[in-house]
T-cell receptor, first 116, second 114 residues
């Protein structure tokens, strides 16, 4: 079964600082998928990224980047030059099960507050 | 394109009353998920459907909770009778076949049971 740990409950930074959100997962599967979701104050969860376990290339999307380290079972998320609009709860979520019948395993999330 | 639609957005009811939450998934999506979010327990998966068939309802807290998906464009989550501890935000999400964990969430229904 999959399990995820987001050790940082809350992080507070000042605008323009870089911030990294940690995610450590556990899985017995040899092939698996990892996801990040964002939940802004409005409440609706938004999909950010999906990562396959067989692709360890890091990914960058604008100010967002993800560092996947299979050897340490980590999938960390970095926001560069943070902005107030980045304030949200961020969830790391491994995906368990088959492609059509599996489900996301959400962690407790990390609340990020970006102050102006 | 319209996203996942949930109704009502807010519901306040008295203990013992029946509550029905509604969800319309994104057209063309074949999987539908019901989640509950509270401060204490975080985000919990209650039940999910694949092609209108319930696949996993192990997260449904007790018999007071039931969910149906009569067709590809509509699902309900019913609580009968409701209790104060059911107060939470209930999210519905849908997914297109083959997209694994890429789910699209609705805005949620904030339920308060007094």
């Amino acid at each position: 079964a999959q399990k995820v740990t987001q050790a940082q409950t809350e992080i507070s930074v000042v605008e323009k600082e870089d911030v990294t959100l940690d995610c450590v997962y556990e899985t017995r599967d040899t092939t698996y998928y990892l996801f990040w979701y964002k939940q802004p104050p409005s409440g609706e969860l938004v999909f950010l990224i999906r990562r396959n376990s067989f692709d360890e290339q890091n990914e960058i999307s604008g100010r967002y980047s993800w560092n996947f380290q299979k050897s340490t079972s980590s999938f960390n998320f970095t926001i560069t030059a943070s902005q107030v609009v980045d304030s949200a709860v961020y969830f790391c979520a491994p995906y368990g099960g088959s492609s059509n019948t599996g489900k996301l395993i959400f962690g407790q999330g990390t609340t990020l507050q970006v102050k102006p | 394109d319209a996203g996942v639609i949930q109704s009502p957005r807010h519901e306040v009811t008295e203990m013992g009353q029946e509550v029905t939450l509604r969800c319309k998934p994104i057209s063309g999506h074949n999987s539908l998920f019901w989640y509950r979010q509270t401060m204490m327990r975080g985000l919990e998966l209650l039940i999910y459907f694949n092609n209108n068939v319930p696949i996993d309802d192990s997260g449904m807290p007790e018999d007071r909770f039931s969910a149906k998906m009569p067709n590809a464009s509509f699902s309900t989550l019913k609580i009968q009778p409701s209790e104060p501890r059911d107060s939470a935000v209930y999210f519905c999400a849908s997914r297109k076949q083959g997209n694994l964990g890429e789910q699209y969430f609705g805005p949620g229904t904030r339920l308060t049971v007094t």
